[in-house]
């Protein structure tokens, strides 16, 4: 009994310590890879670069703004009438002077054959008074009243003809005329909408400028005029005008250009993309707008820098830095302070980093840059 109970002393006690060894070599594996661990710390991050280039930065200015025709009314009519007439077709292109719409002129037209019989008999009365007063036949009255009939007579035959012009309506320019807004046998009111002519060729383009443009920006200068509807179309023209005034509420100036439209595809009311060249042409510095921090305390980016790690090797790690940025033109953005030709800056993915971390280089995560990005419909 007693050789019984030793023996399964034995045995828990073996157990035991096998379980302890194994415990103590799992404990010495586990150790040894969160040394490792800590060690190698996280895999770098995964970044597109971009060098600091010097180029050619010509003197522009873009701006959105919106085409407005050189001349453009919304046609009506000064009397009431009923329509008798109508002389155009919607969307045609009409002369100056050309006949839209008609309206009824029959009471005015008989009131005209009576005011000019009234005319005419005044004008008989003032030469038999004429002709009497120079034999002293009659009294230097009877002339003047004579005379101030014949000249009431021919004011009312002006102004009947003036009634009847007034509602014939013409086309007040060459232009494109809009849908007609009227039929025939409606009668409208003075002032009421017949329809709208534009004037299209050329074409102004209304757009708004910062103030500290003003110091370059002057009437001649180029400007080139774009619109999605027509994409890769460009009409040349010129500054025409700049407002005397700058609005105090955005601190920019009002500019118009004007540019030759002779096939009328410009449209007044089109958004369109202005563009105004200077004379001036300047080198600068220019990185992609994508590699720019911005942040209320100052705009940055991360520079890459070669870190040694090993005695045979170096890796890429970014350093923080701050710049004072210009004009932004396309995907570009000039940099005027803070960076120097040739480095190497992060272009995508700068979000994701802080100062001295390790990244791995791969230039395939960022598109390229351009000074006339063309967005792909998908």
Known sequence: MKIRSRLWVGVVVGLFLVLGLLAGTKASQIGTMIKAGAAAGPPPTSVASAKVERVDWGAKRAAIGSLVAVRGVTLGAELPGLVREIDFESGAFVRRGAVLVRLDTSAEEAQLSAARADAALAAISLQRATALRAEDANAPADLDAADARAKQASAV??????????????????????????????????????????????????????????????????????????????????????????????????????????????????????????????????????????????????????????????????????????????????????????????????????????????????????????????
């Open 157 to 378: 035959v002006a102004a009947l003809e003036a009634t009847l012009a007034k509602k014939v309506i013409r086309a007040p320019f060459d232009g494109r005329i809009s849908i007609r807004q009227v039929e025939l046998g409606q009668v409208i009111g003075p002032g009421a909408p017949i329809a709208s002519l534009q004037s299209v060729s050329p074409i102004h383009a209304e757009f708004s400028l910062p103030q500290q443009a003003l110091s370059e920006l002057k009437v001649g200068q180029r400007a080139k005029v774009t619109v999605d509807t027509f994409p890769g179309a460009a009409w040349d023209g010129a500054v025409t005008t700049i407002n005397p005034e700058v609005d105090v509420a955005t601190r920019n100036v009002r500019v118009r250009a004007t540019v030759e439209n002779p096939d009328g595809r410009l449209r007044p009311g089109m958004f369109a993309s202005v563009e105004i060249a200077g004379s001036e042409q300047r080198s600068a510095l220019v990185i992609p707008a994508t590699a720019v921090i911005f942040a209320p305390y100052g705009d940055s980016v991360f520079v890459i820098d070669e870190k040694q790690v090993a005695p045979d090797r170096k890796a890429p790690v970014v350093r923080q830095q701050f710049v004072r940025l210009g004009e932004r033109r396309g995907d570009f953005v000039v940099v005027e302070s803070g960076l120097d030709a040739g480095e190497r800056i992060v272009s995508a993915g700068a979000f994701k980093l802080r100062n001295g971390m390790m990244v791995a280089l791969n230039d395939a995560l960022g598109s390229k840059a351009e000074l006339a990005p063309k967005p792909v419909d998908r």
